[in-house]
């Protein structure tokens, strides 16, 4: 990326409106440093957060880097097909969450994802899923710090290194101050500065290109063509030339192993819901999250896609591969030809507030796991709840440092979406495996938990290394969607068979665990008083977003 190519013009006014708003971002932090006294209310908020704050937290803690430039990098790539990752890759998963996976988590009063393994499946089976959770962490994070330097680099013509550390810094001083408390308010501040950020740019870029029906003949007539006008069946996202393989692939690979995966088993999103003050309102988290959900692609994907056929650089770029740009750069090379000072100043702070919310959130999984599940479990025990506290704001910074040097890694991608769906692959297809042959089937042994999750991680590394020594030739991120089926399959079987020759866990440390071993009034809500209105309804709440997504593939089939 040329700085030069990206400069963005800002003026007195929009500076102005950054100030402002990182002023107000650290006032929630040191605000909230008032209300942390133990090390649960740093990490967990106290288990005091009202359902719509944690529900709007659940879906701007994934308002990062993935959300903003992978995915307007990804529509001017591939177009409509984008949406899967959103219309099959985020909410049906996100409602599976709040039906079947919440009632575990939060009844089981556990603090994180890793110490639900230890509960289920022993030691080995932790250490193993706090070791791969930690480091897949610090590698998004990175994601998300590098283009939160992108920003500083473009706007104030700093260096790349002197951008990252400034843009950690920020992000550090309010994460420490307040935790897990500070990490939420500010991600749903975050929430609403992204949506007046994006919301402009979306109406003046349709505007620019004659609006949907002049977007749509300007898409066709690209190098992409009308297929990136439809969102199946999604060849060139896939990578599959065939239609049936590409409609299974994104089905099974993203919608399956990859959303499952992400949504109900990554603590980061798990962390917020976690966070609400009744088992009813952890179980609404995730289901309020997915309303917006639903609708945030209309101003991520679509303005990706404007510029892939209205901004010169971009252009030129989809048409040969020349030029000192990238698919990442799509977002900001739009704000630059169309938005004049005041309103540029506000998609500048909505962009940063998004990296700012996807790397707190990272961070602020981080130290949980590391201070409880591997500092506390095995390294110094049984000291002082104020000696752990303590830990969890000096781990804070140490993943923020090594976030600086992750970020580099992020720095070689074109779309940061091929480089993220790698690590999903990774580390969630084969935990989601494990998770959930765990949670419904008793007989499952902790050593089948620990063999399967290495074995499926491995399986995933493996065809990544065979993807690109060009052992298997898959364009687009059809590599991630087959890595992260092809873990899932091996942790399933690998498990099973572990199993048939391993003891498994008595029943009776079993309960609250295992799906047939915990009565079914340790899993229901209480419907009583406030919690009785109809639209507090899980139920009621899931059929509506249900319905919704349903009629969004068959509108933009």
């Known amino acids: 990326m040329d700085s030069d190519v990206l400069r963005l013009d800002a003026s007195a006014i929009d500076y102005v409106i950054l100030a402002s708003y990182f002023l107000v971002v650290l006032g929630i932090g040191v605000l909230a440093r008032r209300q942390v006294s133990s090390s649960i209310d740093f990490f967990l908020s106290g288990r005091s957060l009202p359902a719509w704050v944690t529900g709007l937290a659940f879906v701007s803690a994934n308002l990062g880097a993935i959300e903003i430039m992978g995915m307007s990098a990804n529509g001017a790539q591939y177009g409509m097909p984008t949406m899967h990752y959103f219309w099959i ?74 951008s990252l550390v400034v843009a950690a810094l920020i992000v550090l001083v309010y ?25 402009p740019l979306t109406l003046a870029g349709l505007h620019k290109v004659g609006g949907w029906e002049g977007l749509k003949d300007k898409v066709t007539a690209s190098p992409g063509g009308a297929e990136q006008l439809s969102a199946w069946p999604g060849n060139e996202l896939s990578g599959f030339s065939n239609d049936f ?50 609708f945030i692609p209309f101003i991520v994907v679509i303005p990706g896609m404007v510029a892939a056929v209205s901004v010169q650089e971009m252009v030129q770029f989809k048409a040969d591969g020349s030029g000192d740009v990238t698919y990442n750069d799509a977002l900001l090379l739009l704000m630059r030809d169309l938005l004049p000072n005041g309103l540029l100043g506000l998609a500048i702070t909505g962009l940063l507030a998004s990296f700012m919310a996807g790397m707190a959130a990272n961070i602020s999984a981080f130290n949980t796991v590391f201070s409880y599940d591997i500092w506390q479990t095995y390294v110094v025990k049984d000291k002082p709840d104020g000696y752990y506290l303590r830990v ?39 935990l989601f495996a494990t998770f959930i042959l765990g949670m419904f089937w008793k007989r499952m042994t902790p050593t089948a938990g620990w063999v399967g999750l290495v074995v499926g991680t491995g399986s995933a590394i493996f065809i990544f290394i065979l993807s690109e020594t060009g052992v298997i030739s898959l364009q687009g991120q059809g590599a991630s969607f087959l890595a992260a089926g092809v873990a899932f399959v091996a942790d399933i079987v690998v498990s099973v068979l572990v199993t048939m020759v391993t003891a498994p866990k008595p029943e009776s440390e079993l309960r609250g665990l295992v799906y047939s071993l915990t009565p079914k009034a340790d899993l229901s809500e209480n419907r009583t008083g406030d919690e009785a209105v109809w639209y507090r309804s899980t139920p009621m709440l899931v059929g509506v977003a249900g319905v919704l997504v349903v009629a969004l593939n068959i509108i933009f089939f």
């Not at 193993?128 to 104030?156: D, E, H, P």
């Not at 994460?175 to 919301?199: D, M, P, R």
């Not at 966070?275 to 609404?284: H, N, Q």
Request: aromatic share 14%; hydrophobic share 60%.
């Open 89 to 162: 890759g985020a909410v049906p998963a996100m409602l599976f969450l709040a039906v079947v996976m919440m009632p575990f988590y939060y009844g089981s009063k556990v603090r994180s994802v890793p110490e639900f393994m230890l509960r289920r499946f022993g030691p080995a089976a932790h250490l193993v899923n706090a070791l791969s959770f930690a480091l897949a962490q610090v590698l998004i994070a990175g994601v998300n710090l590098y283009l939160l330097g992108t920003i500083v680099n473009v706007l104030l013509g700093w260096s790349l290194w002197v």
């Open 175 to 199: 994460t420490t101050l307040g935790g897990l408390s500070a990490a939420i308010y500010n991600e749903v501040l975050q929430f609403f500065v992204i949506v007046a950020a994006l919301l």
């Open 245 to 294: 393989l590409s409609v299974f692939g994104i089905i099974f690979g993203l919608g399956f192993v990859l959303s499952f995966g992400y949504w109900t088993t990554n603590f980061v999103e798990v962390q917020r819901a976690m966070a609400s003050k009744s088992m009813s309102a952890a179980r609404r988290t995730p289901v309020i999250g997915a309303f917006p959900k639903l």
């Open 392 to 430: 969890g704001r000096i781990v804070t910074i140490a993943a923020t440092v090594a976030a600086i040097f992750t970020a580099v890694i992020a720095s070689g991608y074109s779309n940061l979406m091929d480089y993220l769906q790698q690590l999903f692959s990774f580390f969630n297809a084969p």
